[in-house]
Every structure is written in structure tokens, then in C-alpha cells.
């Protein structure tokens, strides 16, 4: 009938479309397995039509084959049709995997702490998260289209950009910190990293580029670079900062063929109102004192001042002459004798400064400074002169200044070294103690014995650093003995200037407990003149030592002027003769008297007694009759380093008797 095969024709006509449709489908999805599958079954629901358009038309004649073909190709469809399915199953799990994946790295996107932009080609905003509009305080809506702005000449520069586009183009990733400004206008630092994507044929398709927020990083670094480069109680400039801006003045001053001064200013009394007073007041002063100089400094651009340390500024004056220099040298004197009102009571103060040159005194920030200083010390020693520049000595006397002014450098520079010298026990002939020595090893000088800085160190100022130095490397040092089986005692000298600092028992206290040090491995040597110096004070500091189970012994005994009150007022367990009576007793009869009656005196009185600078036997053997408890000089071994000093003490513990 037409009707019927009207409806065959338009049936395969039908199928013969969703077969191409189909196959259209099948780059989209990726997975053509499935849809051939269903293609030639759409193929062969329209060849079961044609079956039956044959047999009407009675181009298949037998009812059997027809049927029978028929039903191959219905079997056949309704395979290819479940294995279809089961294909499109799987392909729908896997694009709902894909897709709970994208989600998952959406809002990983999304709601980073990193700011993150899209970017196409042209460099137009196609996405940004929601931390980008948090920092830009814009919605993402209104930054779709723009370009962001570090690709910006506004936030960055012309020739960055030019960089930037460069390496990601060719496929490179951009990392680098930015400093832009957000919508508000505020300037913010971020670290950036900039990617290309590309799809499967490697072509780039848009950029990402991720941000994170480094502002405050960046504020707290440049804090602690002005904490670097700045006194923390007056926030003055430190010497870092002054050298570095010396050294361009210094440039500076070449090129315009210029005379430029380097002062140093030393406020004298200060440490006295600090250790008095307390460090809060001593603070307040400090503040006041640099008020005072800056304000004098700040009234012309040639100035700069900064804070050396302690008690000690630094300025330098530029495009200056000899005359100028001492002018501006006399008004910072000046300034300073003006009494200072702190906490209702009023102080008064002095301050010594010297200054140096350039090109005469120094072509360098370094020599400038030194020089500078050696002229200060020139100036403290002085009677007349508050104010001095860099003079023209004798060589002895340049040499105690440039020692002077360098003792604060060589304790940074780790310039000391300390040496040790056995005591012996008379009773068991036994090693039981050392004394530490400090030694100078001067960059110009060369080795410098005690007796050529100590002094000097006790007029400047200077003696505690230095004490402070042996007290803490002679800890470490004692604590290894001890460690490796060397049960001896340490003897440390401790100057009068040491004993009025309210600090060196705490320093003591503290040093002991770092290193795990018992009292009893520490004696202190003080001077027999050290006794009558602030004799109240000094009783007081010796018996706060004590308390701590720390021993005293005084030094140098017999060449001072100690009474015996004195004497047996103080905490002491031992006396230490001057080795000028030791040296002389075997030919000076006087001498040895005086070494018998000390050592007599010192046993009537319940204290402990050695003998030093014992240089040879005889004098050993006649100091053992008499008595005395311990014995130190070149005889038994001279100073030594304690690489030296421990092998010595080795071999001298293998020589003694084992019973």
C-alpha cells in the first residue's frame, strides 16, 4: 500500500538523521565508542525497515528469511542499544566526576587567601576571585573587560610590562613582587606569579595570575630595617646608618673639592646618673640630650647626627672650614652645660668632643671616625681643652689614645684573647687553680700585655665591657675543664671600677647558671687599693658576691695601703703577695720579712695565702717552709692559651707521685 510505504521511506529518512546526528556528537563528548554504538543501531532499525519495504514489494519472496533477518537485526539493535547505554552511563558518571571536580577547584579559586585574575591575550579581566575584589574594593562584574593593574603603566613601569609580556608569551611563568595601589588609592606590595594556559594544541587561551598580599610582611621588614639602622631610645641613627651616609657625604665632598669634619661627642657624668638614678632615668636623659643636638643639627642641611652608643654621638658637618667647625663644636658645648630638669631635680653635665677632617685627618669614613674618637680621649685627658680636633702626638701618646678609642670596636671585634697560669697547692704539689689573663691582640699593635691598656680602659670608662668579656668567655671556658675531668678553680681579677657597677653581680649570677658553673670554682681578685676606694660600697658589692658562694682574694698585697681593719672588715678568704717582694726576698732581706710577716699574718687571721712571680726553686723551697699555701710564677709555667695550658696540665698530673 503507498500509505504504508510512505511511512517506511519516512521512518528510515528519520533514523538515517539521528544517525548523523549522533556522529556530529561524538567530538563533543569525547567518547565515540558509545555513540557508534548507537549509530549503527539507529543504521540498523532503518535497515529492519527496509526488510520490510523489500518483502511488501515482494523483493524477498520467503516469509521465513524475512522473518528470520528480521530478527537478527532486532537481536542485533537491542545489543548494540544496552552496551550503548551502559557506555553513556559511564560517560555521565565521569562528566559528574569532572564536573564535582571543577566545582571543587572553582572554589578552591574562589575562596583562596590568594588573589587570583583570569586574563585573556589581550590582557582583559575574563574572571577574578573574590579575594582580587576584596582587594581592589570592586566588584568582579565591573572588572570583567578591564586590564589589571599591574599591567598598568599607572602601577607598574613601561619596560616591566614590556618584560612581563615577553616571557609569558613564549610560554614562561612571571614571578615578582609588585607595588601597586588599589582602587582606594592605598599602595600595597604583593607576590605574583603569573602563568600561561594553553589547550591541547599549545596554544595559550588566557593567563592566570595569582596574588598574595604582602603588604604588612613588607611594612614589618622595613620596620625592622629602621630598627637596624636606628637607636631604639632615641631613635636617632646608628652608627650603621651614619657611616653609610658619611661615606656619600664623604664622595660628595671629593667631587665638589670640600672640607667636611667628623665630631664625636662624649657626655661625661652620665653613667654616673644612670647607675644612680636607675636606666629609666638614665633613658629620659639620653632623649633629652639628643633633643638637644638635633635640634642644633636640624637648623641647616649640612648636619647629620646619630647616636653612637652608650654615651657617645657622632655628627658630621659638611662644606665646612676649621673655623665653622669649631664654632658649631663650641654650640654643641654649650648646649649640653644647660641644666636638664628630669623627674624635679635638676642635672648637670659636660661632654668632651673631638673632631677630624677630611681630606686632612682621614679619606675614609672608618679613619675619619677613629680619629675623630682619639681626638675625644685627647680631650677627656686634658685640663684645659673640652673641645679638640685630631692632634699631631708623639708616638706614645698617639698610641694610648688610638687605644682608648678602640677598646669598644676590639671587644666586637673579638680582639682579647685570655691566657691562664697554674697555682699550685704546697701541701699536695697539686695544679688546683688557674688565673685568666686577658691579652690584647691588637690589627695594628700586635700582642699588648695587660699593664699597657687596663689603666687606660679604668680612665675611660671602658674597664666593665671588658670584664664583662673574661667573665663570660672564662665561664665557657672553666665549664669545659670541668666537662673533660679538670676539677680546678678559676681566679678572674675584678678592678674597683667593676665593683661599684650594680650590674656584675647579676652578670656573675647569670653567667654562672648559663654554663652550669658552682661558686666554688670562682675566686675574684681584687687589689689591696681597691679596699679603701668607696670603702662602703665596696663592702656591700663583696658581700652580695659572697652570698652568691663566690671567693675573694686581694691582690697585689703589700703595696697598697690597707689597714687591717679594713681588712678584716671586708669578705675576704685569701691574700695574693705582690710578687715584687716574691722576686726580691732570696737577696733583699727586707723583702723576705715582709713575705714571712704576710704570710703569718695572713694565717692569724683565718685567710689563705699565695705567693706570686716564683721564678725559681730555691725560692719555691723556702716559701714551703714557710708556710705558704700556694704558689704561682714563671717557675711553675708562664701564661699560656688554653690549648697550651691544658697540655701542660697533662703532662704535669702524669708526673706526680700515685701515693
Known amino acids: 500500500m503507498p500509505e504504508i510505504t510512505l511511512i517506511i521511506w519516512l521512518s528510515i529518512f528519520l533514523q538515517v538523521t539521528a544517525v548523523t546526528l549522533s556522529l556530529r556528537l561524538i567530538p563533543l563528548t569525547g567518547r565515540a565508542t558509545a555513540w557508534i554504538l548507537f549509530s549503527l543501531a539507529f543504521v540498523l532499525m532503518a535497515s529492519r525497515r527496509l526488510l520490510d519495504l523489500l518483502f511488501g514489494n515482494h523483493f524477498i519472496e520467503d516469509p521465513y528469511i524475512h522473518n528470520l533477518s528480521t530478527r537478527l537485526v532486532a537481536l542485533i539493535i537491542s545489543t548494540l542499544m544496552v552496551a550503548g547505554v551502559f557506555l553513556t552511563k559511564r560517560i555521565f558518571e565521569q562528566q559528574r566526576k569532572d564536573a564535582e571536580q571543577l566545582n571543587k577547584f572553582s572554589l578552591a579559586v574562589e575562596q583562596s587567601p590568594s588573589a587570583t585574575v583570569i586574563f585573556t591575550p589581550s590582557g582583559k579581566i575574563e574572571y577574578t576571585n573574590k579575594k582580587f575584589c576584596e582587594i581592589n574594593h570592586t566588584p568582579a562584574e565591573k572588572l570583567y573587560g578591564l586590564t589589571p593593574g599591574f599591567l598598568t603603566t599607572e602601577c607598574t613601569p613601561q619596560s616591566t610590562i614590556n618584560k612581563i609580556w615577553n616571557k609569558i608569551k613564549i610560554g614562561g611563568t612571571w614571578k615578582s613582587e609588585f607595588y601597586n595601589k588599589d582602587s582606594n588609592g592605598q599602595h600595597r606590595w604583593a607576590r605574583t606569579i603569573i602563568s600561561p594556559i594553553k589547550n591541547n594544541k599549545e596554544e595559550i587561551t588566557f593567563y592566570i595570575a595569582s596574588f598574595e598580599d604582602i603588604t604588612i610582611e613588607k611594612q614589618q621588614q622595613q620596620a625592622i630595617k629602621e630598627l637596624s639602622l636606628h637607636d631604639h631610645i632615641t631613635q636617632l641613627p646608628n652608627r650603621n ?107 648637670e653635665l659636660t661632654a668632651n668632643i673631638g673632631y677630624a677632617f677630611y681630606p686632612t685627618h682621614g679619606k675614609n669614613d672608618d679613619t675619619l671616625i677613629k680619629n675623630a674618637d682619639i681626638a675625644m680621649y685627647a680631650a677627656k685627658n686634658s685640663t684645659k681643652n673640652i673641645i679638640q680636633y685630631y692632634p699631631s702626638l708623639d708616638d706614645g701618646n698617639l698610641k694610648r689614645l688610638e687605644l682608648s678609642s678602640h677598646f669598644r670596636q676590639a671587644v666586637e671585634d673579638d680582639e682579647f684573647v685570655l691566657y691562664y697560669q697554674p697555682q699550685m697547692e704546697f701541701s699536695s704539689n697539686k695544679i688546683i687553680g688557674a688565673e685568666a689573663l686577658i691579652r690584647w691582640i691588637h690589627p695594628g699593635f700586635g700582642l699588648i700585655p695587660p699593664d699597657e691598656f687596663i689603666e687606660l680602659a679604668e680612665k675611660s670608662g671602658h674597664i666593665y665591657m671588658i670584664t664583662e668579656w673574661v667573665i663570660q668567655n672564662s665561664f665557657i671556658q672553666l665549664a669545659e675543664w670541668h666537662e673533660n675531668g679538670h676539677d680546678i678553680e678559676l681566679s678572674i681579677n675584678i678592678s674597683a671600677n667593676d665593683i661599684q657597677n650594680p650590674e656584675l653581680v647579676s652578670l656573675l649570677e647569670t653567667e654562672m647558671i648559663k654554663n652550669k658553673i658552682e661558686p666554688a670554682w670562682i675566686k675574684l681578685e681584687i687589689t689591696e687599693n681597691s679596699l679603701m676606694l668607696y670603702s662602703s660600697q665596696t663592702a656591700s658589692a663583696l658581700t652580695r658576691i659572697t652570698e652568691l658562694g663566690i671567693a675573694i682574694s686581694i691582690d697585689d698585697f703589700g703595696t697598697g695601703y690597707a689597714s687591717l681593719q679594713y681588712l678584716t672588715r671586708m669578705p675576704v678568704t685569701q691574700i695574693k703577695i705582690d710578687k715584687s717582694f716574691v722576686l726580691q726576698m732570696l737577696s733583699n732581706d727586707q723583702d723576705a720579712v715582709i713575705v714571712r710577716s704576710t704570710i703569718d699574718l695572713a694565717h692569724n687571721l683565718g685567710l689563705k695565702i699565695t705567693a706570686e712571680g716564683i721564678e725559681d726553686e730555691e725560692t719555691l723551697n723556702i716559701l714551703e717552709i714557710l708556710s705558704c699555701d700556694y704558689a704561682q710564677g714563671y717557675y711553675l709555667a708562664k701564661p699560656m692559651n688554653n690549648t697550651a695550658f691544658i697540655n701542660w696540665l697533662k703532662h704535669y698530673n702524669s708526673q706526680l707521685p700515685l701515693f
Open 241 to 347: 646608618l651614619f657611616q653609610d651616609r658619611l661615606q656619600q657625604a664623604i664622595t660628595t665632598a671629593q667631587n665638589k673639592d670640600q672640607m667636611l669634619s667628623v665630631l664625636l661627642l662624649d657626655i661625661n657624668n652620665f653613667k654616673a646618673i644612670n647607675n644612680t638614678m636607675g636606666h629609666l632615668t638614665g633613658d629620659v636623659m639620653l632623649r633629652e640630650i639628643s633633643n638637644r643636638l638635633s635640634n642644633i643639627a636640624q637648623d641647616s642641611s649640612e648636619h647629620f647626627l646619630a647616636r653612637m652608643g652608650g654615651d657617645v654621638f657622632l655628627l658630621f658637618t659638611t662644606d665646612t672650614t676649621e673655623d665653622k667647625t669649631l664654632k658649631f663644636a663650641n654650640l654643641l658645648s654649650q648646649t649640653i652645660l644647660k641644666p636638664f630638669f628630669i623627674e624635679n631635680r635638676s642635672f
